[in-house]
């Protein structure tokens, strides 16, 4: 199996079609339906079924794309790895980011990262299931590091740097009926809506979890992908909500409390996969992050 093989495969799951594939890596797309033919061949298998419009994965081709994925970001990191060592720190970083980095003083960070480290170039991303999707990101090879919230163990391939962590805060609307109690259980809420993130985000999966494992079920009648914002919405009356304890709250607008039997915390972490070296690019960038954090330099 050759890598090349591997990246038209790629192609074509990312472009959808034979003919776009071939646009992408400057082949004619008998090339690219020639080099599919001999990869199926080798493998024994059919990898797609095309259609009138799309060239759809066969369960084969499923199981051979997280492994591909894989194979073609460990053959960059060994690229990068030898760079690394004849030219030093340079090259791209793709660093994945939360809706909340603004918790970081993120262009204060890369600045100091790019005045000892000209030669880097960054890409900053924001997915859109949050934390859950950037870990699968740096898994696959498609970002080097990312800030995340990762409740509970860490996920296989990751490793996690604990920058922060922050205590999470129940918030009621104003008049709400248990607005007089400075504590209060979930099962006291189960009649509310609930505003909360997206599944995926740190804090909706904090809160998911404490719901489990009261063996409850709430209802979320708001998804809201700005965490900072949730307390406006609180404060409008459309439900209620949890989070973190950075997040501005104007207690004239809303009642603050406590939940009580659950130690709600949102962490923050600095994720780095482990199933790839770890290009010298990525330590120093992890480096000066956690060199920030260290300070209070860069948490607002």
Aim: hydrophobic share 45%.
């Amino acid at each position: 199996m050759e890598l090349r093989q591997l990246e038209v495969f790629l192609a074509v799951v990312d472009t959808g079609t034979f003919t776009a594939a071939g646009r992408r890596l400057h082949l004619v797309q008998s090339a690219v339906s020639a080099t599919l033919r001999a990869l199926e061949t080798e493998l024994g298998a059919r990898l797609f079924e095309r259609t009138a419009r799309r060239a759809v994965l066969t369960d084969a081709g499923l199981a051979l794309l997280p492994e591909a994925r894989t194979a073609l970001a460990a053959t960059a990191a060994a690229r990068s790895a030898v760079a690394d060592v004849r030219e030093g720190v340079r090259g791209p970083l793709a660093v994945g980011t939360m809706t909340t980095t603004h918790l970081i003083d993120l262009p204060r960070l890369l600045g100091r990262f790019q005045e000892t480290h000209p030669q880097v170039t960054i890409s900053l991303r924001t997915l859109a299931h949050g934390s859950r999707d950037l870990e699968a990101a740096v898994v696959a090879g498609e970002l080097d590091v990312a800030f995340v919230s990762v409740p509970g163990r860490t996920p296989p391939g990751l490793r996690l740097r604990p920058l922060a962590r922050f205590p999470m805060h129940l918030l009621l609307p104003l008049g709400h009926p248990a607005a007089d109690a400075r504590e209060i259980t979930l099962a006291d809420l189960l009649a509310d809506r609930w505003i909360d993130s997206p599944p995926g985000f740190g804090n909706r999966t904090v809160v998911d979890a404490a719901f489990a494992e009261d063996s409850l079920t709430r209802v979320v009648g708001i998804e809201v992908a700005d965490v900072p914002t949730l307390p406006a919405y609180v404060a409008a009356g459309l439900g209620v909500a949890v989070v973190p304890g950075y997040v501005p709250v104007d207690e004239a607008t809303v009642h603050v409390r406590q939940v009580r039997g659950h130690d709600l915390t949102w962490p923050m972490s600095l994720a780095t996969s482990i199933r790839r070296p770890e290009r010298t690019v990525v330590r120093s960038f992890a480096a000066v992050v956690e060199e920030e954090i260290a300070s209070g330099a860069s948490i607002r």
